[in-house]
């Protein structure tokens, strides 16, 4: 908890200095964005209001402590306060990383126990193959390709994914899920077969236990641990890294917004979008810690 609050202001502090720093005029920009062609006058005017012409630090502190009462600002480019933009599209982005994270178990899991089970064999050889592929492809060219098959040729998804139902996620979610599947079936491959080598397997295999009760019920679970870490580092940087997947499909998500946020120069709905994300992503490492005592008894016990 104590590492929260440090690495909380020390992003707040980094956002807000490069936001700072970057080139621009948000004042001008927000008149831009309305229509309004300014006169020097009034972006001075407007600056002086806003406090922007006001130090760094004073600035920032003010910033700061007006984040701490969950008020983010109002967004130049939308009018709108900063914490009723990202709330609005929480749900769509947590329901797509959602989506693509049961995607990916489904595919990663059994096709990386069959890996290791099947080592050296034509079977190993084969799924190795496809999640090499598979790691190589990038996102964006994924959804593409995907968008051409399914939506344009094939018409069985919508082309924009802007109601949040069902057949609007699935092909986001599937882009998502292809590459992480092709990560996560390596890792599912290598902590199976490092449990695989343990002496209890050899002793067990010997007292003429079957090898499919071994395999799922004590090589298995031991084998959650790491890739439990690597789960919860995976939906961290899953919700931070569907802006180009969004923004492919038009779905309406946190980083099609923060997308937007960039393109019109938006300082204050990019600083909370930054802040949001760190916020979600700590927490779930919080949720991950948590978890280990309940995914490894022994961890439990040394306590």
């Known amino acids: 908890m104590l590492q929260i609050i440090i690495v909380l202001i020390g992003i707040s502090f980094i956002t807000f200095l490069l936001t700072y720093l970057s080139p ?3 004042v001008r920009n927000m008149y831009t964005a309305t229509g309004v062609m300014p006169s020097e006058e009034m972006i001075q005017e407007t600056r002086e209001e806003l406090g922007l012409n006001d130090p760094f630090l004073q600035q920032y502190v003010r910033w700061a402590g007006n984040c701490l009462k969950g008020d983010f ?31 990916m178990i489904i595919i990663a899991v059994p096709l990386g126990v069959a890996s290791a089970i099947k080592k050296d064999t034509i079977v190993d050889y084969l ?49 998502l899920a292809i590459a992480m599947s092709a990560k996560y079936t390596r ?10 080598n ?4 050899v002793g067990a295999i010997a007292r003429g236990i079957k090898k499919s009760r071994i395999i799922w019920t004590n090589v298995f679970p031991n084998a959650l641990l790491p890739l ?25 998500g946190l980083g099609n917004l923060a997308v937007s946020a960039i ?6 709905l990019i600083q909370g979008y930054v802040l949001w994300m760190t916020l979600i992503y700590m927490f779930v490492n919080l949720i991950v810690d948590i978890s280990y005592i309940y995914v490894d008894p022994r961890i439990r016990l040394k306590g």
């Not at 480019?77 to 900063?82: H, M, T, Y």
């Not at 939906?235 to 969004?246: D, F, K, N, Q």
């Open 24 to 26: 621009g005029d948000p």
């Open 127 to 175: 799924i190795r193959g496809v999640t090499f592929f598979g790691c190589s492809m990038p996102n964006f060219w994924v959804g593409l390709l995907l968008m051409l098959i399914f939506c344009v040729k094939l018409r069985i998804f919508p082309v924009i994914s802007a109601l949040g139902d069902f057949q609007s996620l699935f092909l986001p979610a599937l882009t």
């Open 187 to 196: 890792q599912v491959r290598t902590a199976m077969l490092e449990e695989l």
């Open 73 to 103: 600002g109002k967004s130049y480019s939308l009018n709108k306060p900063v914490m009723e933009l990202l709330s609005e599209r929480v749900i769509p982005t947590l329901k797509l990383a959602g989506l693509s994270l049961i995607m």
């Open 198 to 201: 343990q002496d209890y397997v």
């Open 263 to 268: 393109t019109s120069s938006d300082y204050n």
């Open 228 to 252: 439990v870490t690597i789960l919860g580092l995976s939906i961290g940087s899953l919700l931070g890294g569907t802006a180009v997947v969004e923004v492919i499909f038009s779905y309406p």
